[in-house]
């Protein structure tokens, strides 16, 4: 990818990011699953760091 395409593929991320609580559940996993692809390791990080942006976005506690 090219230095400006970078750039812009960094844009369009911190925005998805700033609208994540507003979004879709299921847009939120189509997005967080592409981004992990690949990336198997990243993927707790990258959890963590949307669920404190956006607490809403927690997945209800699982029963008993």
Do not use: C, Y
Not at 31 to 43: C, H, V, W
């Amino acid at each position: 990818m090219s230095e400006a395409a970078d750039h812009l593929a960094g844009l369009l991320g911190r925005a998805a990011m700033d609208v994540w609580g507003d979004m879709p559940r299921d847009i939120q996993e189509a997005l967080f699953e592409a981004a992990m692809k690949g990336r198997p390791a990243e993927r707790e990080e990258l959890a963590r760091l949307l669920h404190e942006r956006h607490p809403r976005t927690l997945h209800p506690a699982r029963p008993g």
